[in-house]
């Protein structure tokens, strides 16, 4: 993998250090993506309109992403060689946060036994492997300002 960057000392920064590194920085970007997406439901503007709020309602959508990635490390774990970032966010956000909604029907006692099951269907969350690309991307012509010439038609 070539990555282009502007890191030009080549002892301070290895080549496999900025690769490894370009890796993870995609991944924190994915999981950017999850919060806007799944949990803020796709709503770019938060509902809080004071500063101390905004930053609270953040620190809420960070702990409850927290949470779900943590209970999908469990869930992974119940599958040897199954890692969190292979299973779906969406699907396991959604099956966590019914489990959630769920459980004040439930006597106490029963909780632990729901989770458990919940950790059990990990297979029905892993998502397929990624695939490599059939064509290379390509730059796609622009558009033109002007309408095309249709053919007329001539009528008799």
């Given at each position: 993998?070539?990555?282009?960057?502007?890191?030009?000392?080549?002892?301070?920064?290895?080549?496999?250090?900025?690769?490894?590194?370009?890796?993870?920085?995609?991944e924190i970007e994915l999981g950017y993506r999850e919060m806007k997406q799944t949990l803020l439901n796709s709503h770019f503007t938060l509902r809080s309109k004071k500063p101390e709020m905004i930053a609270q309602e953040l620190w809420g959508?960070?702990?409850?992403?927290?949470?779900?990635?943590?209970?999908?490390?469990?869930?992974a774990q119940k599958k040897p060689g199954i890692y969190a970032k292979r299973l779906s966010f969406t699907t396991c956000a959604i099956s966590i946060i019914n489990l959630i909604h769920t459980m004040f029907i439930e006597?106490?006692?029963?909780?632990?036994?729901?989770?458990?099951?919940?950790?059990?269907?990990?297979?029905?969350?892993?998502?397929?492997?990624?695939?490599?690309r059939a064509y290379p991307r390509g730059v796609k012509p622009k558009p033109s300002k002007y309408p095309n010439k249709k053919s007329q038609s001539v009528v008799n």
């Open positions: 993998m070539n990555i282009l960057t502007s890191l030009t000392d080549p002892m301070g920064f290895p080549q496999a250090d900025i690769v490894d590194l370009y890796s993870d920085r995609w959508v960070m702990l409850s992403y927290n949470l779900l990635r943590y209970q999908m490390v469990k869930m006597n106490a006692g029963r909780i632990p036994k729901s989770i458990e099951q919940l950790q059990e269907q990990v297979e029905h969350h892993i998502l397929p492997t990624k695939r490599e």
